[in-house]
């Protein structure tokens, strides 16, 4: 990725809280009225909204229009936009970012933009779902209720987790609070445990 400083443009979210040679996963928050400057996505990204708000977004060359950006609206964004993103709402705005930074298989079509807003705004219910897939990639979401626990299952691809809210339970026994990111690869099985007093809800992105 070029230099922000160099390019004159801002980076793509708040913080970086995870990296690795095959993704980069940020954390965005924005107070009422606060402003991402003007950045530029060079890879494909994931976007999973934690907190909703309206936001209005602007191009180098155009006008800002205004997004009602709803908890659980997923998107998958392709690289090449250059935008800015403003709260214009009342109430803190939230998302995780994932950059997937490995390249596409050459006999893939380069996916497009595509979104699911099908559970946006809606309480989260015990279970697992699939939110969004396509040819990059597929993005799935877990609830758990407090001291529950999922089958283990192996996994097909490389996936990066993160935990929106609750606390769950490592591989080695260890309390996975809420912002936790977790690597897991391809070929590993898991369960998923709650281990905490909270429902426990987590956001999966699995590599193509």
């Known amino acids: ?9 801002g980076p793509v979210a708040t913080r970086v809280i995870f990296e690795n040679d095959d993704v980069k996963v940020w954390e965005m928050e924005l107070a009422p009225g606060e402003l991402c400057a003007m950045h530029r996505h060079t890879m494909d990204y994931v976007l999973y909204i934690l907190e909703g708000a309206p936001l209005g977004v602007e191009s180098p060359d155009g006008k800002p229009f205004p997004l009602k950006m709803k908890p659980r609206a997923t998107y998958f964004i392709p690289a090449g936009g250059v935008e800015s993103a403003r709260n214009i709402g009342q109430s803190r705005f939230r998302e995780v ?112």
């Open 1 to 9: 990725m070029a230099d922000e400083t160099q390019t004159g443009l």
């Open 97 to 208: 970012l994932i950059e997937i930074k490995r390249p596409a298989r050459a006999d893939a079509n380069p996916p497009g933009f595509c979104a699911s807003e099908a559970v946006a705004g809606q309480e989260p219910a015990p279970g697992a779902l699939t939110i969004l897939e396509n040819e990059r990639m597929r993005v799935s979401e877990l609830t758990l209720a407090p001291g529950a626990r999922t089958e283990p299952r192996r996994f097909p691809h490389d996936a990066v987790l993160y935990v929106a809210e609750g606390s769950g339970v490592t591989p080695r026994g260890e309390i996975e609070p809420a912002g936790g990111v977790r690597w897991i690869a391809r070929g590993a099985s898991e369960e998923f445990v709650n281990g905490g007093a909270s429902r426990y809800r987590h956001v999966m992105v699995e590599l193509r």
